[in-house]
C-alpha cells in the first residue's frame, strides 16, 4: 500500500500500453471536473498525469496510479500515486532539473510536472518508484 | 487512429480532432512528412484545436514535425492551441512549442499563402 493514501480510492489503472496514458489523463481530467476543479487545473492535472504515465512506460515498461479525491470540508483536493517496480532512478536530484533526459525527451516532463503540481514527492530506489502528486485549492 | 490529411492545391491541412496516444503522434509525423514529399508541399496547417493534453512529449513531436516540414521546403503554422493547453506549456517551463502559431485554420491558411508568396519560387494554385 500507498505511504501517503488517506481519502477515497477513485480510480486505480493499470500502465502497460500507450493507450493506458490516454486513459490516464482521461481519467484524470474526469475526476478532477466532478471534484469541482477548475477547467485550467484539469488540464494542468491532465498533463501531469499523461507525463508520470509516460515516465512509467518509458523506464518501467508497467505500473500502475492510483486517484484519490482528498478534498476536505474547505479544500478541493486530488491526490495520484504513481508505482513501478522498474529500476528505480539514479539520481533523483539531477532527473527533476530542467533539461536532464536519460529517455531522449525534452527533459521538461518531470521539472514541469512538478511545476504544475502544489505536491510532488519521488522515492526510488532499484524494484519501486513512486511518485506522488497532489492539487488543493481552497473552495470557493 | 490516423489523421487526415487534407490538400488543397500545394497546401496540406491536418486537423488532429482526437486525443492521440504517442504511437498514433509518430504516425501522424511520419505521415505528414512523407505526404509534405510526395506533393512537394509548399506549406502545412497544424490544427490542434481538440488537444486537450499537450505535454512535453506531443510538443516535442509537434516541433519537431514543423522542423523536419521546414526542412523538406515546407511552411509551416500550427493553429488552435487551446487556452488551458496555453498555460500549462508556459508553466511547464520554456518554449514547448517553437513553431508559427496563430489563432484558427482560416489564419493559418492565410499566413501560409503570405509566406509562401514572399518566398516567390512557387505558384500556389498550381497542383504540379
Not at chain 1, 484519490?68 to 539514479?90: A, K, V, W, Y
Not at chain 2, 498514433?24 to 496547417?45: M, P, T
Not at chain 2, 516535442?60 to 487556452?83: H, K, W, Y
Amino acid at each position: 500500500m500507498s505511504t501517503a493514501s488517506h481519502g477515497r480510492l477513485d480510480t486505480q489503472l493499470c500502465i502497460a500500453e500507450s493507450m493506458d496514458v490516454v486513459r490516464a489523463r482521461a481519467d484524470a481530467r474526469q475526476l478532477a471536473s466532478m471534484i469541482g476543479f477548475s477547467p485550467a487545473d484539469q488540464t494542468r492535472l491532465a498533463t501531469a498525469v499523461s507525463e508520470l504515465s509516460r515516465n512509467i512506460l518509458q523506464y518501467a515498461g508497467k505500473g500502475h496510479c492510483e486517484m484519490r479525491d482528498i478534498s476536505t470540508n474547505d479544500t478541493l483536493g486530488i491526490q495520484i500515486l504513481f508505482e513501478d517496480n522498474g529500476p528505480g532512478i539514479p539520481d533523483i536530484s539531477l532527473a527533476i532539473q530542467d533539461g536532464y533526459s536519460t529517455g531522449g525527451g525534452l527533459g521538461a516532463g518531470l521539472p514541469g510536472t512538478k511545476r504544475l503540481m502544489d505536491k510532488f514527492s519521488i522515492e526510488s530506489r532499484p524494484g519501486l518508484t513512486r511518485v506522488n502528486i497532489a492539487m488543493v485549492r481552497r473552495r470557493a | 487512429m490516423r489523421i487526415p490529411i487534407l490538400r488543397i492545391g500545394r497546401i496540406l491541412l491536418a486537423s488532429i480532432q482526437v486525443e492521440m496516444s504517442d504511437a498514433d503522434a509518430l504516425r501522424f509525423q511520419s505521415d505528414v512528412v512523407q505526404k509534405i514529399s510526395e506533393i512537394e508541399a509548399l506549406g502545412i496547417a497544424i490544427d490542434i484545436t481538440s488537444l486537450e493534453v499537450v505535454d512535453s512529449y506531443m510538443a516535442r513531436v509537434i516541433n519537431d514535425t514543423a522542423t523536419m516540414a521546414r526542412l523538406l521546403g515546407a511552411e509551416v503554422v500550427v493553429c488552435g492551441i487551446q487556452p488551458y493547453v496555453a498555460m500549462t506549456l508556459v508553466e511547464m517551463g520554456r518554449d514547448l512549442i517553437g513553431a508559427n502559431c496563430v489563432f484558427d485554420l482560416e489564419q493559418a491558411l492565410q499566413r501560409l499563402r503570405e509566406r509562401i508568396a514572399a518566398r516567390g519560387d512557387a505558384d500556389l494554385d498550381t497542383g504540379s
